[in-house]
């Protein structure tokens, strides 16, 4: 790691670490989506660190190779239902803000399969994870280094 964040800002990774605990602890959204979530977002930022780590820990959880795989690519496979691509279509969208239409009719189709709540929820699970990316990215976090747990609900 280039930069050490975690030891030079212990309280910024505590609050990172915080919004990352609830959107865990809320259980609203599938541990599946969740997964899908911070793969996908962490593709779009090119931090390979995050993607390690993610896919890792969606194996773990019995998430598929196919789907892994295919990830980048979902429109063009039928391995992922309508509800996970309301949310990845949201993920992508809230990612790229500057190349996003946030029209109504992501949000429409996000209510079609969630709550509101769940939309709030999931949405804060695209905020963590951009956050993240951006610290890996940013300061250099070395891909092939984590360990699933080791940091026993961040990042």
């Known amino acids: 790691m280039q930069l050490n964040y975690p030891s030079e800002a212990p309280g910024a990774l505590r ?31 090119r931090c390979a660190y995050c993607i390690d780590m993610h896919t890792q820990d969606a194996r773990l959880d019995g998430e598929t190779e196919q789907r892994l795989y295919a990830l980048s690519a979902w429109r063009d496979t039928p391995f992922f239902q309508e509800s996970e ?24 189709e996000l209510r079609r399969h969630f709550s509101d709540k769940q939309i709030v929820d999931l949405t804060m699970a695209i905020v963590a994870i951009n ?22 609900g961040t990042g």
């Open 15 to 45: 609050a990172m670490a915080g919004l990352e605990h609830y959107v865990k602890a809320e259980r609203s959204l599938d541990a599946s989506l969740l997964h899908l979530i911070k793969i996908r977002v962490s593709q779009l930022n």
């Open 131 to 152: 956050g993240w990316n951006r610290l890996s990215v940013g300061f250099g976090a070395e891909a092939g280094s984590y360990t699933p747990g080791q940091f026993d």
């Open 85 to 108: 691509r309301a949310v990845l279509a949201w993920a992508e969208a809230t990612t790229r803000l500057a190349q996003a239409d946030l029209g109504d009719g992501l949000l429409a």
